[in-house]
């Protein structure tokens, strides 16, 4: 951009208009500035402005003219159409196009910083080791890799060192104020750096930090906010008194009603309202909204914090080491209580107070309670319950983040093979308790926690269902690729993986669900420099993630072998008709349990305190009126919906099969 | 099996789970609303019925059992 100096006529007519400035040979003009659209302001250090001929939008209705009143600039670079009205001090910021700035005490840059790229915060151990430096470009798999794998040394190193690299690239003495974006009221922006269309309003001090932001996902920070050594990014919200000490907000993020977090980081579409959140690894979709609910030193992740959830990790005497895992699913009841460390397997229900540390990740979807003081599990029951199905439904009609650059690789699939892998241990697992167990015993123990002798076998029965409902499924999608089954060569060929499985052990890298293999490959290119930055690794991530589909059912046939002894490539006509007779005698008896469950929320019990002036028939009219029928329901409809379609798929697919040659 | 000695188990095993003296329990009691069942116990019901009587039933249709004359009605047809 070019600017020429300003002229003597255009200085005297700024004097004219009550501006000030020390060394006018340092203020530089684009061609077009208009003289006339400054006014009251007082100039220092090296000035570039630009033309401000038009109006900018300060909110919906409110738009004023261009131009600079009633402020102190000093050392910033202004440009085309922006709008400056009482700031008290703006200092050594580039301000881009169409920006608005009006009612600030300070937005300063205080020397060198980068703007909290870099900062390290210590999430899931309070007592450090675990440190994360956070910065724009951070994905939770990438915070996941630097927090967990501190057994490798060279690849936490390595990964150091490019994400070291990548913060240099941020260092500067100048801000920047993004295009269109928009400060107004606000008490302190100190090296603080605002991208393209970013909403400051109201919001009290920030510093040393990033808010991202873009057109598609604008960012909004609102009233009352306090900021210090943060990373903030696009569509997200920050508002109404939030406190942000030493944090990370990714994309797509709520965090307001006063919610207090330090040494966190929260990842897409995560919601805290409310409570306070210390040294937290929050992955996509953990969520918290209510008062007295402290999350500390966990990992999360698909996560509903209930009333009052609290968790503590002050049972030590050297410093504060305990941390706990909750895996993806999981919810709290109000005013449960864990004992860290903890590890809580998946698409489990927590509720009571536990006072003991126990592992259940190789027990998904289980009920972990409390009876007579005792930690006790309830396996597998998680498995038909409505709340599980609706949570897996709304997740993904729950993405927020708008911004064309997704950070965070998300893996929705519900039976994915990190589940699936983990259902197929829960069987295992109790196998063996069942076949060691005594009729005598009412509870088993395992890794701290009690398991009722009477649900060993029924829970491993229904892991089996959850089991012949994946197979099946898997097979059914391959084979609805076919327009119509001519011949069972054919089949085997769609049925035959592309790939070669990719191994048995799969992880969830915070919400990437990936093959372990894929994800040991990617630190080992780290290590090597093969992948040599930060891009670089989210590059490789994206790949893993893009071949999720192939790898996942690769994986899948190596199940169905193992499992069924089955070669998918070489499936018999007979083999098929037990895999699909098998989904869908399941699929329909996992949909009936789980509208059987559903049939509680409409029971006389969900009804009492309806009709409160009235006798039975006003009771009933004023809980249809509130929740409608168990009929009408539109998650009930959507499931019957859904086992009608399985009957028909199945007829479908067994008639086919009657037609084709063995 | 005769019926009475199946009801016998039946509020043997109800009376287990539910923590209950079974000679409290009605011939016609509801478990949840008579006897105070929650969803959990309600499994625990089933499997503890499976277990008493060494049988495996469809855990759907058995959830629909909701007092003990319906499980003895339904344990029956298992033995």
Partial sequence: ?662 | MELEKVKEKVKKAVAEVLKMDAAEIDDDANFIFDLGADSMQSMLLIAAFEDEFDIEMEVEKAQEVQSISGAVEFISGYL
């Fill in chain 1, 1 to 662: 951009m070019s600017y020429r100096k300003i002229t003597n006529n255009e200085i005297a007519a700024l004097q004219k208009q009550g501006c000030f400035s020390v060394n006018w040979e340092s203020i530089f003009v684009k061609d077009g500035f208009l003289v006339d659209t400054i006014f009251n302001t007082q100039f220092a250090g090296e000035i570039k402005l630009g033309s401000f001929g038009g109006e900018v939008e300060l909110e919906k209705g409110i738009s004023k003219p261009a131009g600079i009143r009633n402020s102190y600039i000093e050392n910033c670079e202004i440009g085309d159409n922006v709008y400056i009205a009482n700031v008290n001090s703006l200092v050594n910021y580039n301000v881009a196009d169409n920006v608005a700035i009006e009612n600030v005490g300070t937005i300063v840059v205080n020397g060198e910083t980068t703007f909290g790229n870099g900062y390290e915060i210590e999430v899931l151990n309070e007592g450090g080791g675990r440190d994360l430096p956070i910065f724009d470009k951070l994905s939770a798999q990438v915070a996941y890799l630097m927090v967990v794998y501190r057994h490798d040394k060279l690849f936490v190193d390595k990964l150091s060192e490019l994400i070291n690299s990548y913060v240099e690239s941020k260092k500067s003495t100048k801000g920047t104020i993004g295009k269109n974006a928009r400060i107004l009221n606000t008490i302190s922006l100190r090296n603080v750096a605002v991208g393209d269309y970013g909403v400051v309003t109201g919001a009290s001090n920030l510093e040393n930090g990033t808010i991202g932001s873009c057109k598609e996902a604008p960012t909004k920070i609102g009233e009352d906010v306090i900021a210090k050594d943060f990373i903030i990014l696009s569509g997200s919200k920050v508002d109404s008194g939030a406190i942000i000490t030493s944090s990370f907000i990714g994309q797509g993020v709520k965090i307001g009603k006063q919610y207090s977090t330090e040494n966190c980081a929260f990842f897409a579409n995560c919601e805290g309202f409310h409570g306070e959140a210390c040294s937290v690894l929050a992955g996509p979709y953990t969520v918290t909204h209510h008062k007295s609910t402290l999350l500390i030193a966990g990992m999360f992740s698909f996560f509903n914090a209930g009333s009052g959830t609290n968790q503590s990790n002050h049972m030590y005497k050297l410093g504060p080491l305990h941390q706990g895992t909750v895996e993806r699913g999981s919810k709290t009841g109000s005013f449960s209580y864990l004992l860290w460390p903890c590890k809580v397997g998946a698409y489990s229900v927590v509720m009571d107070k536990h006072g003991s540390n126990f592992d259940t990740s190789e027990l998904p979807f289980s009920y972990i309670t409390v009876e007579k003081g005792r930690s006790v599990i309830t396996p597998a029951m998680n498995l038909f319950t409505v709340g599980t199905t609706r949570d897996v439904v709304k997740w993904p009609k729950r993405d927020r983040r708008e911004d064309p650059e997704k950070l965070d690789l998300i893996s929705f699939d519900f039976m994915n093979p990190f589940i699936v892998g983990k259902i197929f241990d829960g069987i295992n697992l109790l196998n063996d308790l069942h076949a060691k167990a005594s009729k005598k015993q009412d509870y088993i123990n395992h890794k701290g926690i009690s398991i009722n002798r009477l649900m060993l076998r029924t829970s491993r029965r229904y892991y089996e269902t959850a089991i012949n409902v994946h197979i099946g499924k898997l097979i059914v999608n391959r084979l609805k690729q076919l327009s119509e089954l001519s011949s069972l060569k054919e089949i085997q060929n769609i049925l035959a993986p592309k790939e070669k499985s990719a191994g048995d052990k799969w992880v969830d890298i915070l919400g990437l669900v990936s093959p372990g293999s894929s994800i040991k490959s990617l630190l080992d290119t780290i290590k090597t420099g093969e992948t040599n930055s930060v891009a670089g690794i989210q590059s490789e991530l994206n790949a893993i993630h893009e071949s999720y589909e192939t790898d996942a059912y690769s994986w899948g046939a190596a199940q169905i072998q193992k499992y069924l002894e089955i070669d998918v490539a070489n499936i018999s006509k007979d083999e098929l008709v037990k895999i699909i007779t098998n989904w869908k005698t399941n699929s329909l008896k996992m949909n009936t349990m789980i509208l059987k469950d559903s049939e509680k929320e409409f029971d006389q019990n969900s009804k009492l305190g309806f009709g409160n002036d009235g006798d039975e028939s006003v009771l009933e009219a004023d809980f249809e009126a509130i929740r409608g029928t168990h009929e009408s329901n539109s998650f009930v409809v959507g499931l019957k919906n859904e086992s009608a379609e399985i009957e028909s798929v199945f007829e479908n697919l067994i008639n086919q099969l009657g037609e084709i040659a063995d």
